[in-house]
């Protein structure tokens, strides 16, 4: 065993203690997978119920959003998917994913002595750089979504020498901030406790971006927004109820980015 090992991510591990009434209470748990959330996928499919996770220690085709892959090594990090079946119209479920960031973002800070950042939409920053991030996949029939894959990956006991040349620059483990190794079962029973309760909050209150944009670090900073085909360039206001980036030009007029990436201007 290498110095970076922690031990298994096993079910009965995580479930010691983890005060949740819906979400975990069935884990599926692989030491390696093709992808957590190609899994809760089918499982989904197949009538899993609602808060059934897939857990891996290591992914040989993590996926990203926008097709990119997701580097999976085994046994330093947590890759995890969670099903749902939320009572809400598709049009909300970008909601899910904002949820999410919020619930990751806590879970974060709750290992950190500071605020960690929600880049928008929904990328964990610590220190500038990504640590986690969010890949939600949804399943609808007309007007209903019949499941939700919510899938995240969190940095943790990964060191700079074994992460790729190509991310270094842009990527962070909780080891690489604060030095210390990171108990993998205790921050994965902590992050589905708060995504039990957001979600609950969600489905109760409805989404407020509040919360969210209490993480949001370029909130009133001045942000460059590439959106594939042109750039746009204002100020960040916040987010509305639907997870668009209100972004402010000079003549204070208001636009809203439903999908772009975004960097201090
Ligand atoms: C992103 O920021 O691009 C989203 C990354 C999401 C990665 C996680 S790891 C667990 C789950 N399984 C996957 O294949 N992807 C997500």
Request: hydrophobic letters at 40%; a negative charge.
């Amino acid at each position: 065993m290498d110095e970076g090992f922690s031990p298994p991510l096993l079910p009965n591990e995580i479930q010691k203690g983890l005060e949740t009434l819906r979400l975990g209470r069935k884990i599926h748990y692989f030491q390696e997978i093709d992808s957590t959330n190609a899994y809760a996928w089918r499982l989904a499919q197949e009538g899993a119920e609602e808060g059934e996770i897939v857990v891996a220690e290591s992914q040989t085709r993590g996926r990203g959003r926008k097709g990119r892959p997701w580097f999976s090594p085994p046994y330093r990090n947590l890759y995890i998917s969670l099903i749902l079946r939320p009572r809400m119209p598709p049009i909300h479920a970008p909601q899910i994913t904002l949820m999410a960031a919020v619930a990751l973002a806590e879970t974060v800070e709750s290992f950190l002595s500071f605020t960690p950042e929600i880049k928008w939409p929904n990328d964990i920053l610590v220190s500038g750089k990504k640590l986690g991030g969010i890949l939600t996949e949804s399943s609808c029939e007309g007007e209903r979504i019949l499941f939700v894959v919510l899938g995240i990956g969190v940095n943790l006991n990964l060191p700079e020498e074994l992460m790729p040349e190509a991310i270094r620059h842009s990527a962070t483990s909780l080891f690489m901030v604060t030095g210390k190794k990171v108990d993998r079962v205790a921050f994965a029973r902590r992050l589905i406790q708060s995504l039990e309760r957001c979600y609950e909050d969600l489905e109760q209150n409805g989404f407020s971006p509040g919360r969210w944009e209490s993480y949001f670090g370029l909130r009133g900073k001045r942000v460059r927004v590439n959106m594939g085909d042109r750039y746009v360039v204002g100020k960040a206001l916040g987010i509305d109820a639907d997870g668009a980036l209100l972004l402010e030009d000079e003549e204070g007029t208001v636009e809203k980015i439903i999908s772009g990436d975004v960097l201090p201007a």
